[in-house]
């Protein structure tokens, strides 16, 4: 990989040509790069842009989130040479507890030997630090971090991003990846259906006494989900796991003030003792949970991949997952498309990646708006409906076997690089 830095030069636009690329990407996020990523093995190149530090961004304690990885994002990351990085870091998933309050009529899916994991538990910050050491090992790319673009053009014959220093990128197709708010995606005009859920994701680190057996816990509240998400035992042998606590968004600032005894004593509230005593193994932090998503993917030379397309409550850790789909699905079609000697920017080529992720996406975005909304509903009632059910799902292992494999990512029609 190239980075290349701000210039300090006067901003002429002719002064600073840079080599026309394959794709121009916009967001070099946990989607963005990782796409570069695939293109660079695919013989592809890009040009990465992204307004953030990425030493700031691989900080300890920039972001305390961590991300339940599926079987087939592990796959994509084995194929792009992430995964000797990356395993010894990874907690393995070995089943997941749900439960309606604690009460009981929990299900447990916990898959036979010959299933394989539920997937593994990555600190954000383990992913992106992996995620860079790929791209530094791959010459088709040229990063651009700190950088501000202030323009986008799309024409008949090409791309290009204008950055605030005066360089001009170039390339055939541009690719929005810039998460949630993307500028691109706003700028070219998609509309994609959304709506806020009234939540916040308060977000912790907890050392617990007892171990967690590799047990996802996901706890379902009326004001949100509550999931307790195993982490590999720190350097010392204490037991950890990571803590997304769902609280509606009017009470999110009085969780976030409370003293460290207060919030301990909440959480321990709504997780009972299922791990003994409980500390705080990191600061709290929040993020604001709303639904977006768009069936429409491309334009004229411009794909969405990742939270730019979709962002989704995180009830079910799919939000990075189904952006990884996004990058296969890409990569395969573009190159595909190069074999057949086809520009990246060609109109054929993005309609296939539209077509092919429309689906998927819209039913995942589907399933966790519907969990949210399911779950979130007060009252004895909902809740013992919910119970009932969940009792009959618990009873029925074709059906849960079913869950399992879309929690794994391995269903559906999947692109090379996300199967084993
Ligand atoms: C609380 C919580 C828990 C989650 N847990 C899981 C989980 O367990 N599993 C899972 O699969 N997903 C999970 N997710 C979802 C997951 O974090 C996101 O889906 C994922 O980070 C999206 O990646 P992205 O690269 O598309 O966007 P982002 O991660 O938002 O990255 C966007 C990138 O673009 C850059 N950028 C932004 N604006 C600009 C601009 N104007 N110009 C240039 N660059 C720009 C940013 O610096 C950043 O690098 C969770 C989300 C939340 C909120």
Redesign the pocket.
Known sequence: MNVTTETTEPADAADHPTAIADVVI????????TLAIGLAKAGLTSHV????DPAS?TADGFDG??????TA?WNLYTHFGMADELAPKGCPIDAIAVTDAMKPGRIDFRPGPEDGSLGR?YA?RDLRIAMYAAAAREPAITFHPN???VARERGAHGVSASLADGRVLKGRLLVG????????RDEAGFHPARWGYGHR?I?GGLFHEQPHDNVAWEIFYPAGPFAL?PLLDDADGSHRSAL?WTVAEKDAAGVLAMSDRAFLAEIEKRMGSVFGEIRLAAPRSS?P?NFHHTVKLTEDRLAL????AH??H?IA????????RDVAALVEVLSDGARLGLDPGDAQVLARYERWRAADTFMVAAATDSLTRLFGLPGKLPSAIRRLGMAGVQRMPPLKRWFMDEARGMSGALPELLKS
């Open positions: 916009l967001g070099g996020g946990l989607v963005g790069m842009v992204d307004s953030a961004v989130r961590a991300s339940a990885i599926s994002s538990m954000n950088a501000r673009v990846a810039e998460g949630r708010a993307s500028p691109t994701a977000i998400l997304v993020y949970l991949v990742g939270d730019a962002g989704l995180p850790g799919q939000g990075l997952n189904v952006g990884l």
